[in-house]
Every structure is written in C-alpha cells, then in structure tokens.
C-alpha cells in the first residue's frame, strides 16, 4: 500500500504508542484487501463502546492510558446502562461500574456523549457523499442507503482506530465501484396495504438479510415515501440476520433514482424473487412465544426518534397501562431531552411507561427483573433476544404493542399478513 511521509512517521512511533498501534492496524487491514491506500475521513462512530466483557474495557482503558485522541469528530453508540437511572433500571452495580469506566475512557478520546445506535437522527449527521467510518450494523446500513455518506461496516475497534487515525483504507463501500447494486430483489403478491405499513420493513430485512450475504440488494417496487422508521427498522433487521451494509431503495437512495442508476449503467449479478409466503413465515419465526407470558415491552431498536416517540406518547393521553407489565422505550438522551421539554415524557411516565436512555434492552442488564417474555416491533430485538437476554419473543408492530399494552387482545396487524 502506498503510504504517505506523514503516515510512515506515525507508524515509526513519533506521534506515540497509541497512534502507531491503531495504523499500523488499518495498514494492515488495508493490505488484506488490497487498498491501494489510505484516504481521510471526516467523522466517525464508534460501537465498541459498549461493555460486554473485560477485555473490551482493558482494550479501551489501555489505549486511552496510551494517549489515543479521536483526529475526527466522534459519536458513540449505545453504552451497557441508562447512565442516570441504571439504578431505577435495577443494572447492577458491578455492570453499571464496568459500563461507567468504558464510558470514561471514550470520553478521554474525545469522543462524543451521544450514546445512541441511531446516530442518523441527531448530532453530526453527515451529508450526501461525505467519507465517514461508522460502526454499529443498523447505522452503517442507514447511512450508506439513506444518506448516501459512506463507510464500511467497521467492526469494533476498527472503528477505533479509524477514529484515531481519521483515516481507512480506500475500499469498498468508500468507492464508487463498491457501491454498484449487485443483486436485483422483486417483491411477489405483497399487497399495497402492507406495503405501507411499518410491520412490513423489519421482516423484510430479516428475511433478506441472510439471502443477500454481503451483496449489495437493489429494491424496486418500494413506495418513494416510505418513512426513514421504516427503512431504518429494515436496515436494522437485515444487518442483524445476515451482514447487510447497503441497499439501494430506488427512488428513495440518493444514488439509486432509477434501477439504472443502482446497477451504475451494468446488469445485475442476479435477480431474487421474494413471494409474500416466504415473506409470511419469516415473520412467524420471529415469534417464540404467545402474548400469554408477555411482562416486557420493548421498543426503540433502532433508538426511537423524536417523531416515534411522540406518537407512542400520543396514544397514552389520558391512559394508563392496562396489563401487569413494563413498556420500556429505548432512545437518545438527545430524544428524552426533547420528549422532557414538550411534555410528551410526562404523559409517558403518567401513563406507566419508562424511557431508557443511552442503551436498551438487550445491551444493558436485565436479568435483575426476571422477565419472561418480551413483545417488541423490532426484528433486531427479536433477533438477538434470546440469545442475549433468554427471554422469549412475540414479534408485532408498534401500533399492537401500543393496543395490547391498552388492553386490547387481538394484533390487527395480523389481518394484514393475512395470519393470526
Ligand atoms: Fe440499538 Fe439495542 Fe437495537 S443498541 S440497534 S436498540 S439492539
């Protein structure tokens, strides 16, 4: 790789132990996949900032002892606990105090106290075309197909170094040829009304995710208007079951206004059909239980924006929980400090609700409440739910989770799947 004077300096230890160590690692990485050299970036974000085990907290802690300082703006995705309520949260002591010293050392960096997985809706949000390394699946898959910034999926501490560096090697989604649409992706027998309805996007994510493997899929056939929730909620989803990095929606990605623009004037690699039936049972695999055992409601994954916040609010004036049960939302202390500010937080906790900030989940812990069974609207959460968290799941869009928390029995959304 050719490497410039400034870079060769870095990497003979002038600038310190921390920065030679974190380029030395994206030459490396730049090597293996044969970039012909490194190129700026502007911002970063990073996710492994999150605690799940020592050694992520030794890695940071090391690096931030070494002297590491982000070269460009840093946002930081979700920590292991709401940092000022972990104890209304029932975290741990031991886990919030591992969560905090992560936190601590990120911070040393330089990096930013955004704590959220949905670094898209607030902040530095980079514009059309910009250079960026961004870590976090669903981000990643956001901001590539809906922004049109560009980044690799960077791993954690990949994102580190890209940060510390404020380079990556030139590859991939950061060029122009690697973010051709590969695989063309046509929806079969879906009717319109489901089309349009925030139930559709995490399954069918969820479905193609695995389908796709790391392909670039081209989507025809979406309407144009199709709300940011309900990309995000697919990009999230099909980022989770497979490793989904960017999608080209036509008519709503920048770089995809016609199917010729997606496949930059070439042919696809391949065409995939997907048949509502396929569509149908993916969504019923998302669920592991009935609502029977239902005790937690989960939503915000992707962290709820504002506007989604909002609307649950909404349907809570002048009601309460109607079940023995916790509905947590999951968002950005950015998001609660406006939901706090409009009044919207008040009718949320009036009415039984709780707003986890900084994390969600499961990313924090949540063994302390012994739940069973968690209902969510996210195909991410559904996901990794048992895995993380050894709950079980029922799977169903906002509006049910809403409807049954307010007492009604049947998921009408159902009816549009043409299920239940
Ligand atoms: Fe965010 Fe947690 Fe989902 S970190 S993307 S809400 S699993």
Request: one cysteine or more.
């Amino acid at each position: 790789m050719e490497l410039r004077g400034e870079e060769r300096r870095i990497l003979d230890g002038d600038e310190g132990e921390a920065h030679r160590m974190t380029l030395s690692i994206l030459v490396r990485m730049g090597e293996l996949f044969d970039a012909p050299r490194l190129m700026p970036i502007t911002q970063a974000h990073i996710d492994a900032c999150l605690y799940s085990n020592d050694a992520g907290l030794e890695f940071a802690e090391r690096l931030a002892g070494l002297g590491a300082r982000f070269r460009v703006p840093t946002t930081l995705n979700v920590t292991a606990r709401d940092a000022a309520r972990w104890e209304a949260f029932r975290i741990p002591a031991d886990w919030s105090e591992k969560a905090r010293r992560m936190e601590e050392a990120y911070l040393a960096m330089g990096g930013l106290p955004t704590w959220t997985c949905a670094p898209y809706e607030h902040g530095l949000v980079p514009r059309f075309g910009q250079q960026v390394a961004w870590g976090e699946s669903n981000a990643v898959a956001f901001v590539n197909t809906v922004i049109g910034a560009r980044t690799n999926r960077y791993a954690d501490f990949m994102d580190v170094c890209a940060a510390v560096a404020g380079k990556v090697p030139e590859t991939g989604l950061h060029t122009t040829p690697g973010r051709r649409g590969q695989v063309l992706v046509r929806l079969r027998e879906v009717p319109d009304g489901l089309l349009s309805h925030e139930s559709f996007y995490p399954v069918l994510g969820y479905l193609l995710g695995p389908l796709v493997g790391e392909r670039i899929p081209v989507l025809e056939g979406i309407p144009g208007a199709t709300p940011n929730a309900y990309v995000k909620s697919f990009c999230a989803a099909a980022a989770s079951s497979g490793s989904l990095a960017m999608a080209h929606v036509v008519g709503l990605t920048p770089e995809a206004r016609t199917l010729q623009e997606a496949f930059q004037g070439g042919e696809p690699d391949g065409v995939l059909e997907i048949p509502m039936g396929d569509l149908r049972d993916a969504r019923r695999k998302l669920s592991t239980a009935d609502l029977t055992t239902v005790d937690l409601i989960a939503v915000g994954c992707p962290h709820l924006s504002l506007p989604e916040a909002m609307w649950v609010a909404d349907q809570f004036r002048g009601k309460r929980l109607a079940r023995p049960l916790e509905f947590w939302i999951s968002t950005s202390r950015a998001v609660r400090g406006y939901l706090e500010g409009s009044g919207h937080l008040a009718t949320l906790e009036g009415a039984g609700l709780k707003v986890l900030t900084d994390t969600c989940a499961v990313t924090t812990n949540i063994r302390p409440w012994g739940f069973r069974t968690m209902m969510t609207n996210s195909a991410k959460h559904a996901h990794y739910c048992g895995g993380q968290t050894g709950l079980t799941v029922v799977f169903a869009s906002l509006e049910d989770c809403v409807g049954y928390a307010q007492g009604r029995d049947a998921l009408e959304a159902e009816r549009l799947w043409g299920i239940g």
